[in-house]
């Protein structure tokens, strides 16, 4: 069955620049690997080399995280829609140490 797959800014290069690309697929599983045979490269970008998901991506199947549902077993319904979302780091400043009041 066809699946709508959101790609994020950085994979975006595999896709031709497609924000949004259909695959055909049951599963989790067969949504990477029809990814792959169309976007080369993207399957090494969401699994590491023993095949689980690299920690700094989440894939959501209809707003739930596939790593509380069955990975990479995870079935697709009719309609589903999958988002490959990357880790976001980084933010605000360092708070464990207060820098004193600036004068006025």
Do not use: C
Request: proline residues 8%.
């Amino acid at each position: 069955m066809a699946i709508n797959v959101q790609i994020p800014g950085p994979l975006r290069p595999l896709t031709g620049g497609a924000a949004e690309v259909e695959v055909e697929a049951t599963d989790v599983d067969g949504l990477i690997e029809a990814l792959e045979a169309r976007h080369r490269g993207i399957r090494e970008r969401l699994l590491d080399a023993s095949g689980e998901f690299r920690s700094y991506v989440r894939i959501f199947v209809d707003d739930r995280d596939v790593r509380t549902l069955q990975g990479r077993a995870t079935a697709l319904g009719p309609g589903a829609t999958v988002a490959i979302v990357p880790a976001i780091a980084g933010g605000g400043p360092d708070l464990s140490h207060p820098r004193p009041a600036k004068a006025l």
